[in-house]
T-cell receptor, first 114, second 113 residues
Framework: NAGVMQNPRHLVRRRGQEARLRCSPM?????VYWYRQLPEEGLKFMVY????????ESGMPKERFSAEFPKEGPSILRIQQVVRGDSAAYFC????????????FGQGTRLTVV | DQQVKQNSPSLSVQEGRISILNCDYT??????FLWYKKYPAEGPTFLIS?????DKNEDGRFTVFLNKSAKHLSLHIVPSQPGDSAVYFC????????????FGTGTRLQVTL
């Protein structure tokens, strides 16, 4: 029973490029959460999705960031026109309920913008 | 606006002794609190939690204490072991927005031999 799978584990992008981060939830989980951890900071909530729906995107930057969780396939966090300040670790978590307190975290994707 | 604060960035404790990690919060709506442990290059793993209706929860070597009036919680690890060396994050949630967690900045615990 695999845990939450994130790929890639490391991603390097030049300024202005697009970054796509993937998250496959645990089997049987239909709720996905994305968090970002900037250097020397704690994890900050970005978005909560259920299959095909964005439920809470209160933590998402207004521009360049988008997330989806299609009926089939992994959840995708997409960052357009990346800037150096986007360099961070991005963690995905999943749960079988809509309670983030019951979510399991993936190993994260470390994005470096050069 | 840091609603969950961990004021000690690091802590060093000798093996076998007690480790005490502290966390303060400002949002009165928080009613559920969790501690996570994180190793380098890995995601956070759940350690222990406590509801605001309790003031203590124990699980093996780990105990979490909650002081609602002071908006303070602490994690006690007794006895500390070298494998406990990691970054510990305090997180909080309220039932109104149960989908998301608010994390502190973490405390790096080093357990020395």
């Amino acid at each position: 029973n695999a845990g939450v799978m994130q790929n890639p584990r490391h991603l390097v992008r030049r300024r202005g490029q697009e970054a796509r981060l993937r998250c496959s939830p645990m089997k049987g989980h239909s709720h996905v959460y994305w968090y970002r951890q900037l250097p020397e900071e704690g994890l900050k909530f970005m978005v909560y999705l259920q299959k095909e729906n964005i439920i809470d995107e209160s933590g998402m930057p207004k521009e360049r960031f988008s997330a989806e969780f299609p009926k089939e396939g992994p959840s995708i966090l997409r960052i357009q026109q990346v800037v150096r300040g986007d360099s961070a670790a991005y963690f995905c978590a999943s749960s079988s309920t809509g309670r983030g307190t019951e979510a399991f975290f993936g190993q994260g994707t470390r994005l470096t913008v050069v | 606006d840091q609603q969950v604060k961990q004021n000690s960035p690091s802590l060093s404790v000798q093996e076998g002794r007690i480790s005490i990690l502290n966390c303060d919060y400002t949002n009165s709506m928080f009613d559920y609190f969790l501690w996570y442990k994180k190793y380098p290059a890995e995601g956070p793993t759940f350690l222990i939690s406590i509801s605001s209706i309790k003031d203590k929860n124990e699980d093996g070597r780990f105990t979490v204490f909650l002081n609602k009036s002071a908006k303070h919680l602490s994690l006690h690890i007794v006895p500390s072991q070298p494998g406990d060396s990691a970054v510990y994050f305090c997180a909080a949630s309220d039932t109104g927005t149960a989908s998301k967690l608010t994390f502190g900045t973490g405390t790096r615990l080093q357990v020395t031999l």
